[in-house]
T-cell receptor, first 114, second 111 residues
Framework: QQQVKQSPQSLIVQKGGISIINCAYE??????FPWYQQFPGKGPALLIA?????SEKKEGRFTISFNKSAKQFSLHIMDSQPGDSATYFC?????????????FGGGTRLMVKP | NAGVMQNPRHLVRRRGQEARLRCSPM?????VYWYRQLPEEGLKFMVY????????ESGMPKERFSAEFPKEGPSILRIQQVVRGDSAAYFC?????????FGQGTRLTVV
C-alpha cells in the first residue's frame, strides 16, 4: 500500500498556540518523511524531514515526532503565528540512490487567528 | 542559485488542443519529477526522469501524456488532446539527493 493519510483536513489555532498535524502510512519500506508548506498560488516548500531511525527532530518552532511501530508521524508548530497560515502536506518515500518519488497526504489547511 | 523554474505559470487551452509545460531544474540537479495537484487535493506523482531517460512513469496516464528531459534544455510535460479533467496545477521538482525542491507550478485550465 502506498497511501499516506493525513488529518485533520483543516485546523484553526489561536496565535501563540500549538498546531498539530498527524499522518499515518502503511508501507514499511518508506524511509524518508518530509513535510511541505504551501501558500496559495505557490509551490510546496520543504519545511522539515525525518528518517525512521530517530523519534523526533526539531528545527526552530517546527518539530516532527515519529512513531515507527505505529507507522505514524506528526508535525508540531509551536507558538503558531498568522504567517504560518498555509496548507501543510506530509509525504513519504523510499530512497533510491539520489532520487525518490514522494507519496503525499491529502493536506491540512491551517489558519492561525491573530 | 535560481530555484526550479516552470513556465508558463498559467495556461489556458481549449478541449482537444495540446499543452506543453516546461521545467528547468535547479543547477546541478539531474533528477526531475512531475506531480499533479487537483483542487483541494494533495500532489500525485506522475513521472521521474533523468537526462534523456524516463526512470519511472507509473503515475502517468497511459494515453495523451508524455514527458521528456533532453540532454539540452528543460524537461517537457506534454498533454495531447486536453480534456476538462486535465485542469490542475502541475508541479515539477528537482533533487540533488533525497530532498525534492518544487517549482511554482503551471496552472492548466481547459475550457
Amino acid at each position: 500500500q502506498q497511501q499516506v493519510k493525513q488529518s485533520p483536513q483543516s485546523l484553526i489555532v489561536q496565535k501563540g498556540g500549538i498546531s498539530i498535524i498527524n499522518c499515518a502510512y502503511e508501507n514499511t519500506a518508506f524511509d524518508y518523511f518530509p513535510w511541505y508548506q504551501q501558500f496559495p498560488g505557490k509551490g510546496p516548500a520543504l519545511l522539515i524531514a525525518i528518517r525512521p531511525d530517530v523519534s523526533e527532530k526539531k528545527e526552530g518552532r517546527f518539530t516532527i515526532s515519529f512513531n515507527k511501530s505505529a507507522k505514524q508521524f506528526s508535525l508540531h508548530i509551536m507558538d503558531s503565528q498568522p504567517g504560518d497560515s498555509a496548507t501543510y502536506f506530509c509525504a513519504a518515500s523510499m530512497e533510491r540512490g539520489a532520487g525518490n518519488m514522494l507519496t503525499f497526504g491529502g493536506g491540512t489547511r491551517l489558519m492561525v487567528k491573530p | 542559485n535560481a530555484g526550479v523554474m516552470q513556465n508558463p505559470r498559467h495556461l489556458v487551452r481549449r478541449r482537444g488542443q495540446e499543452a506543453r509545460l516546461r521545467c528547468s531544474p535547479m543547477k546541478g540537479h539531474s533528477h526531475v519529477y512531475w506531480y499533479r495537484q487537483l483542487p483541494e487535493e494533495g500532489l500525485k506523482f506522475m513521472v521521474y526522469l533523468q537526462k534523456e531517460n524516463i526512470i519511472d512513469e507509473s503515475g502517468m496516464p497511459k494515453e495523451r501524456f508524455s514527458a521528456e528531459f533532453p540532454k539540452e534544455g528543460p524537461s517537457i510535460l506534454r498533454i495531447q488532446q486536453v480534456v476538462r479533467g486535465d485542469s490542475a496545477a502541475y508541479f515539477c521538482a528537482s533533487s540533488p539527493d533525497i530532498r525534492a525542491f518544487f517549482g511554482q507550478g503551471t496552472r492548466l485550465t481547459v475550457v
